[in-house]
């Protein structure tokens, strides 16, 4: 079975430009979720989506952080402009169905210098 | 604020040794409890999960989790470490009406040969 794919792995950016990350789920999963983990610490929740339908956004910064999840299946995550304080790996997941097992993918680590 | 504690940030044990890491969730509702594990070089992956019923859980390589609803804890388990279980843990709750995944902050775990 494919796993949850992210792109890109890796990215560094100067901070004040745009960064956009892109996941594809496990084909059937209606939920899908963007994850934020700064090193040392469990990821947050940034962005929880069911089909095409947010679920949940209340960490997401709306400022400067957007997703989208087009025909419910892939989704992008963007930061449009970057801080220092961004830089830490985004983590997408996707499930089945809400409450059920997540699926993670490697993630993409972004450093904005 | 609904959260999820883990108690040791970093263990160190020697191989053979008995590992116990725990976790405190502060949810009133009833939760589905997922202790998932990071693999050095890997994503996330699930260890183990609790729905309902039998409140002992047995996961993948020998680890264990008891949920005890009166002191909102699900604790992970394993009777004899290996220095393959070197790894970062993470315990993670969402709330049956919620469906919202938290995590907790980690533990790295470092079994010595």
């Known amino acids: 079975e494919a796993g949850v794919a992210q792109s890109p792995r890796y990215k560094i950016i100067e901070k004040r430009q745009s960064v956009a990350f892109w996941c594809n789920p496990i084909?059937?999963?209606?939920?899908l979720y963007w994850y934020q983990q700064i090193l040392g610490q469990g990821p947050k929740l940034l962005i929880q989506?069911?089909?095409?339908?947010?679920?949940?956004d209340s960490q997401l910064p709306k400022d400067r952080f957007s997703a989208e999840r087009l025909k419910g299946v892939d989704s992008t995550l963007k930061i449009q402009p970057a801080k220092l304080e961004d830089s830490a790996v985004y983590l997408c997941?996707?499930?089945?169905?809400?409450?059920?097992?997540?699926?993670f993918g490697q993630g993409t680590r972004l450093t904005v210098v | 604020a609904q959260s999820v504690s883990q108690h040791n940030h970093h263990v160190i044990l020697s191989e053979a040794a008995s590992l116990e890491l725990g976790c405190n969730y502060s949810?009133?509702?009833?939760?589905?409890l997922f202790w998932y594990v990071q693999y050095p070089g890997q994503h996330l992956q699930l260890l183990l999960k609790?729905?309902?019923?039998?409140?002992l859980v047995k996961g993948i390589k020998g680890f264990e989790a008891e949920f005890i609803k009166s002191k909102f804890s699900f604790n992970l388990r394993k009777p004899s470490v290996q220095w393959s279980d070197t790894a970062e843990y993470f315990c993670?709750?969402?709330?049956?009406?919620?469906?919202?995944?938290?995590f907790g902050a980690g533990t790295t775990e470092t079994v010595r040969a």
């Open positions: 997941a996707s499930s089945f169905a809400q409450g059920t097992e997540a699926f």
């Open positions: 084909s059937g999963h209606a939920t």
């Open positions: 989506f069911q089909n095409n339908g947010v679920v949940d």
């Open positions: 949810y009133g509702g009833t939760v589905n």
């Open positions: 609790y729905f309902s019923g039998d409140p």
């Open positions: 993670a709750v969402n709330l049956i009406n919620g469906y919202k995944l938290s």
